[in-house]
């Protein structure tokens, strides 16, 4: 399964490189330090010398830099969304191991290099082994639909947002919300329609 979009590596690995500067002109070094791996790793991957891309470096990458999801949820392929989503909070430490492996099979492949590092000790991990949940076709969007029903149909990027939306303080949603309204009523009175 493919959990990138390769052909859109260089617009995530441009996002990386805006906030490595955002967060203080962070070097290759800094950002290795602070997300556990080595510095060739880190020079390997920033410069596409690597011929994988690595979900939890990725994954350690975003979380570590702040990177907000719907700067870079472009690059990642839609039916991984939401398990990469899960493991940017697992790794910014908003997720516990088993909230993590929640509705899904657990493989060597999808667990965290912790999880991993652990099993080649021989240790055994306690996160869940449950069955992946199938994934439905999104519902179209109408008047009669429930909210539940018109969150389930956000795409992933979408859901990005909303969970970036959701995790700002009230008077930070309200000047979202304000700008929002100002677009819809510019909109309208421009005759476009959304």
Not at 33 to 46: A, H, I, P, Y
Not at 142 to 165: D, G, V
Request: charged residues 30%; aromatic residues 8%.
């Amino acid at each position: 399964m493919a959990e990138f979009k390769k052909e859109r590596v260089e617009m995530f690995l441009g996002v990386v490189r805006k906030y490595m500067q955002v967060r203080g002109a962070m070097s290759q070094k800094d950002l290795a330090e602070q997300t556990d791996v080595g510095v060739s790793t880190m020079s390997r991957f920033l410069s596409q010398k690597s011929t994988e891309l690595n979900p939890q470096l990725i994954a350690k990458i975003t979380a570590k830099l702040n990177i907000p999801l719907h700067e870079m949820i472009d690059f990642v392929e839609e039916d991984f969304a939401d398990r990469f989503i899960r493991l940017v909070k697992f790794y910014k430490d908003e997720l516990n191991e088993e909230e993590l492996y929640q509705n899904e099979t657990v493989t060597s492949t999808s667990r965290p290099m912790a999880a991993t590092a652990q099993e080649k000790k021989g240790e055994e991990s306690n996160a869940p082994k449950k069955p992946t949940a199938v994934k439905e076709e999104p519902a179209k969007v109408s008047a009669e639909l429930s909210i539940r029903e018109k969150l389930e149909s956000l795409t992933p990027r979408q859901r990005a947002f909303m969970t970036e939306f959701l995790n700002l303080k009230l008077e930070e949603r309200d000047l979202i919300v304000d700008l929002g309204n100002n677009m819809f009523q510019y909109f309208k009175m421009k005759g476009m329609d959304l």
